[in-house]
Structure formats: C-alpha cells, structure tokens
C-alpha cells in the first residue's frame, strides 16, 4: 500500500503538468520585465515597483508566472541585448530618450511563435507607454493572424495609451484592448486579479469568439472578397495559416484554383460537386479554390473539402484577371 501511495504521490504532479501543457497548446506568455534586463551586481538596488522580493522575481514576471500557471502557456522572457541602468530615475531618463528617437533596442533573441494561435504579452509601464524593448518584439516576432492579449504592471497611472498603441502596431493581429492592468504596490493579489480577469474578460471573449462564425477576408485586383469559415478541422488548420497568398488562375468559368504553400490534413468526408461561392481545399493536387458559378461541368474529377462560403457580391469574380494572387487574411 505504502508503494501504491509514493507511486501516486509521484505520477500525480506529473500528469497534472502534462496536462496544463495539453490545456494551452496553442497559447504562449511572452514578457519584458526591467529586474531580467539589469547587471546581475544590481538587483540589491531594485525599489518595490520593479522587482518582488516575496517572489525573488519581477513584479512583471510574477504576473507573467501566474497568467502562464492558469492559463498552462508556455512562457519567454524577451531580453536585451544592451542592459538597463537599476536606478528607476536612469532607466525614465532613458526610457524618454529611446521614445523621442523612436530606438528599438536589439533582443538577444526572438523566441518562435508559430505553433502558438494566442500570445498573453506583458510589460511594466515607463513613462506611460510601453517600453522599447517590446516594441523591438512585436516589430521582429511574427504575429500576423494571432490574438494578442496584453497585461502591464504600473505605478498608479493605469496602462495609459499602450493597449490601443499595441493594436495600431500589430493591425494584421486581433488584440484584446481590454487587457490586464496590476498596480506594483499590489501585486501580492495577482494570483486573484488573474483568475477574474481570465474569466471575465478573456474566456468570455473567447466563448463569444467559437459561438461566433468565422469571418476571413481575400483581396484580389483591388477588390475585397468576405468569406464566412466552416467549423471543420480543415477549414481551422487554413485559418491556422493566415495571412496567406495563393496565385490563383481561373478554370471553366466557374473556379478560381491554385496552389497553396504548405498542406492541410483532409479528415473530413469530400465531395464531388459544388455551391456558389463555395472556398475548397483539394488534397489531391493540393490546391485552393473559389467556385463561383455552376457550369456545364459541374462534377468534379478530385474529392473537395469546402472551407468556406463568400458571403459578398459574387459578380465580383467576372471583374478579375485570368490570373492573379489572392490574399487571405483574418
């Protein structure tokens, strides 16, 4: 019995973080926080608005820890290359200068995002605006088509600007404005501060978001295309790709089709015939295509997958070129 119990005691802990890991998959915490960004001889120095000491951490990357601990993301730190003074004073002085220069300090490196669909990013407030450091990430890191969720730990004044300027900086991401704000001087509540956000913001967006249909946009020859997604696996590993361009040429007057970068799993069941307006993945010649009227051909020699429906003015189609690159973005 006792082996039974130091059996469990042990593979207990372990299957829980297997499973936090599985639970956040697709979602990343990334952070910058000043205590990470110093000389190590300096941390002596740090005043309660940088750094925690029942923590031994950043007041930002205790939060960063906790959000990652709920949510089961993975999380990164972004670092400087260059580091920042101790003094709070020196680092505003700074701070003030590498805005008015509009300086994006060099990382020491840019983690990979690609495997992650939601990035909860977070920083402390200077001079009421994010630092440059994070500035320099979202310029670098690749984060077209992701939802960006922030959070930011100030010293009274709230986020200020930084979340609207965060989305007006990543315009090809859907950022979730009404982020996490935690003043410094009350940080030791973060852990409850997190859970109710989580839940009353960010997972209440989210389960809007699925009830929600799917709506994805495709620019061609100066015009703009509206496609409403299906909820299939093969229609949310394409939504999983965006933005992506595929040239495209058109075929019996009633597709336009070409080839994508990359492929999608078919599990679903194909079909041979189509509807107006019907956006389609065929795994056979790995192609992209957009039906957009019935022919006398209207039998299909390949199995096709369907995606989406457009669901805007479909004589837009007869206005195209023969050939010509479609850009499909969310």
Not at 119 to 126: A, M, N, R, V
Not at 298 to 321: I, Q, R, W
């Amino acid at each position: 019995m006792t082996a039974r119990k130091n059996f469990f005691k042990l593979i207990l802990p372990a299957l829980a973080a297997y499973a936090g890991t599985c639970f956040a998959a697709d979602s990343a915490v990334v952070y910058f926080t000043k205590y990470e960004n110093v000389p190590a001889s300096s941390v002596d120095s740090f005043s309660r608005a940088s750094y925690y000491p029942q923590a031994k951490s950043g007041v930002t990357a205790f939060v960063a820890q906790e959000i990652a601990k709920q949510t089961g993301s993975e999380i990164f730190s972004i670092k400087t290359k260059s580091s920042y003074p101790a003094s709070f004073d020196e680092v505003v002085s700074l701070s003030h200068e590498e805005q008015a220069k509009g300086v994006l300090p060099s990382l020491e490196n840019i983690p990979s995002l690609d495997r992650f669909q939601t990035i909860y990013l977070g920083f402390p407030i200077w001079s009421m605006a994010m630092p440059q450091p994070v500035l320099s990430f979202i310029h670098d890191a690749q984060l077209e088509g992701k939802t960006v969720i922030p959070f930011c730990t100030h010293d009274g004044y709230g986020a200020g600007s930084s979340f609207s300027v965060l989305a007006g900086r990543l315009s090809q991401s859907k950022v979730q404005t009404n982020g996490l704000q935690i003043a410094s001087s009350s940080v030791a509540s973060a852990p409850s501060e997190v859970k109710e956000w989580l839940d009353k913001s960010v997972r209440k967006a989210q389960t809007k978001a699925a009830s929600q249909p799917q709506m994805i946009s495709c620019r061609v020859g100066g015009h703009q295309i509206r496609i409403e997604m299906n909820n299939t696996p093969e229609a949310k590993e394409f939504l999983s790709k965006l933005p992506i361009t595929v040239n495209m040429g058109e075929f019996g007057g009633r597709e336009f089709y070409g080839p994508m970068k990359g492929s999608i799993k078919a599990v679903s069941k194909g079909q041979y015939r189509f509807e107006d307006g019907t956006l389609t993945y065929c795994p056979t010649n790995n192609t992209v295509a957009l039906f957009y009227a019935q022919s006398s051909r209207p039998n299909l020699t390949m199995a096709v997958y369907p995606m989406g429906k457009v669901v805007s003015d479909l004589s837009v189609f007869e206005k195209l070129n023969s050939y010509d690159s479609f850009e499909f973005t969310k």
